[in-house]
């Protein structure tokens, strides 16, 4: 799979993305093949004590979610293979609220 940081706009539908324009192109989601969360690295976060001696920043570096989604996509109606379609993956930054395409095999 070759990875991408391309900004996209994303129509979602009921059970994730329906519909993404990728460098011009519009791409109709088939199928959602898989569906996850990722955190951030929490493990290399750092809090600071405050006057209480507890961490003020409890927490924090788990707040930095994305969900993604693995899709199905064409340009069009006809057979995957006949309109250049692939498997892409969709992430939605929850703390800057954008979609990203993050990587494409087709």
């Known amino acids: 799979m070759r990875r991408y940081d391309d900004p996209v ?58 969900e993604l989604w693995r899709v199905e996509a064409g340009r069009g109606l006809a057979d995957a293979g006949a309109d250049g379609g692939g498997v892409f993956d969709l992430s939605f930054d929850w703390s800057d609220g954008c979609w990203q395409l993050v990587g494409c095999e087709d």
């Open 9 to 66: 706009e994303v129509r979602k539908g009921g059970d994730g993305p329906e519909q993404f324009l990728w460098r011009g192109r519009l791409w109709k989601v088939r199928a959602v093949l898989a569906h996850w969360v990722e955190t951030g690295p929490w493990w290399q976060g750092t809090t600071s004590e405050g006057v209480s001696g507890a961490p003020s920043a409890l927490g924090a570096d788990l707040l930095a979610e994305r």
